[in-house]
């Protein structure tokens, strides 16, 4: 071998073991070093432009099997994991969540799936609808406002139906609306990505769970970060179960 790939080996080897060790070695001493450092600079988590625990809210849209069954643009198991981890962030912030369903009283519709249903919180109580567009619904738009919070989480099936309509009318009523791409999904992958389009061109912001979560987060000096009352290790918790073993799968 020659000299020069032997010491670029090496580094490479040094590289990942440093990693190793820093990743393991964090949860025990980040919180203390960060608190001594007096390097971080907190904002205002009401007034905050970026998303806090205190200014958002996430909206849990139409995950009913009937919508599940016929998403093709993402893998269902991705997805059903994406939209675990997002409402357990939640719970893991305290920020509101806004369950609703789709024709569930008519007899149309099966309520939430459960895989997903049981990880939102008992007290909240779903809001089932007759229409398409959940801002067409009275109590929803009202438990919204009641949050008192002007940054909305959007999440929903299928993208460019109930998910995209709601969007559209959050947004003319000066909500921010964070469409979380990676918790919609579709029949095709066309009707995903144009929806997406549209919700982009009127103003919405494409995002992620990941994304959002560690948004909220912001610093390991967070009460949160490691740990939680209902969610082991906390928010790091939930990315390690639900963010690296699905990396590269979408």
Known sequence: MKHSTWVA???AIISI????FTYSSLESNVNMEAKESGD????????????????TVLLVIDWQDEMLGLVRN???????????????????????VIE???????GANKPTNPEIKQFIEKDVTNIDRISLNAWQNKSLVEAVKNTGRKKILMTGLWTSGCPTYTTLDALVDGYEVYVLTDLMGDAT????????DRLVQAGAIPFTWEGAGAEILRAYTHPKAMQDETVDGGFVGIMKKHFYPFAGKY
């Open 9 to 11: 080996a090496a580094i």
């Open 189 to 196: 992958t066309d009707a995903h990505n144009r929806a997406i």
């Open 17 to 20: 073991s440093t990693l190793a």
């Open 40 to 55: 971080f600079l907190p904002k205002d988590p009401k007034t905050d432009n970026l998303l806090t625990s205190e200014n």
């Open 100 to 106: 609703s369903t789709i024709g569930v009283d008519l």
């Open 74 to 96: 993402i893998d269902r198991a991705v997805l059903t994991n994406n939209i675990q981890a997002m409402i357990k962030t939640a719970n893991v912030f305290d920020i509101p």
